[in-house]
């Protein structure tokens, strides 16, 4: 996929493409017939990922939205905060936890679970790491009753392609002609707003958010940046290749 297919259009295309496919959208592993797991990570802000669940409501697809408890650009402390998640989860999708390593010292792993979990009211299921590249991926978090979804099973077992930093390693539209099982991530912030490039991405997004917090959109959009250079680390970490 090439770094100007970012789009509500295309995100749109890409689903109808899979049901094409025969894909179902599944949340467990299911073996019998094609499985699509959905994933979304946000990373930027909260209320571009209630437009996404919207738009996949209406196509007929649930997904895992994992979110982060601690974010320099968003809160999941407010009432508005509040009923973006319970807007997610009134379109039929999960909540889980975007595990944030850098603030494991003042709120540990299961404090992060437990935190989410009292503010959805819900148990959660799923979760996935923020930043695997840049914290290394941690391995040894995993509890019997949560699902990792950078777990064996989601990435050996399952096709893994993600939109991270907008330079996909593969285009999700091969992978449906050529796999069973795919455990798609993406970023709802990139498809809503759009770019050809990170850059331009970034000066879009700078409209959406107060203007004391540009500065920390910027430093992230140069992690992501940093990043990409990275990838044969996640790719040997979590992948096996």
């Known amino acids: 996929m090439n770094s100007d297919k970012f789009s509500v259009e295309e995100y749109k295309k890409n689903i109808e493409l ?10 467990t592993s299911n073996f019998e ?18 437009q996404m669940s919207e738009i996949e409501k209406n196509m007929g697809v649930r997904s895992i939205y994992c979110i982060m408890v ?18 997610i989860m009134a379109g039929g999708h999960e909540i889980g936890l975007h595990y944030d390593p850098a603030i494991e010292s003042a709120m540990p792993f299961e404090k992060q679970l437990a935190f989410l979990e009292m503010k959805i009211g819900r148990s959660i299921r799923f979760f996935s790491q923020h930043q695997p590249i840049k914290h290394r991926l941690q391995k040894n978090i995993f509890m019997e009753k949560y699902v990792d979804l950078y777990g064996k099973m989601y990435t050996n077992e399952y096709k893994y392609i993600s939109d991270s930093c907008m330079k996909p390693r593969e285009d999700i539209r091969d992978a449906v002609k050529s796999y069973d099982r795919v455990q798609y991530l993406t970023h709802p912030e990139f ?12 000066s879009k997004m700078e409209k959406k958010i107060e203007a004391n917090k540009i500065p920390v959109l910027a430093s992230l959009v140069e992690e992501m940046k940093e990043s990409i250079n990275e990838r044969g680390l996640i790719d040997s970490e979590i992948l096996g290749n």
Do not use: C, Q
């Open 18 to 27: 899979m049901k094409n496919r025969g894909f179902r959208f599944h949340l």
């Open 33 to 50: 017939e094609k499985s699509m797991l959905m994933r979304h990570d946000i990373d930027l802000n909260l209320e571009i990922s209630v």
């Open 70 to 87: 601690k974010n320099p650009l968003y809160s999941i402390d407010t009432v508005k905060a509040l009923s973006h998640l319970h807007k």
């Open 191 to 202: 498809w809503i707003i759009g770019g050809k490039s990170l850059d331009e991405f970034k």
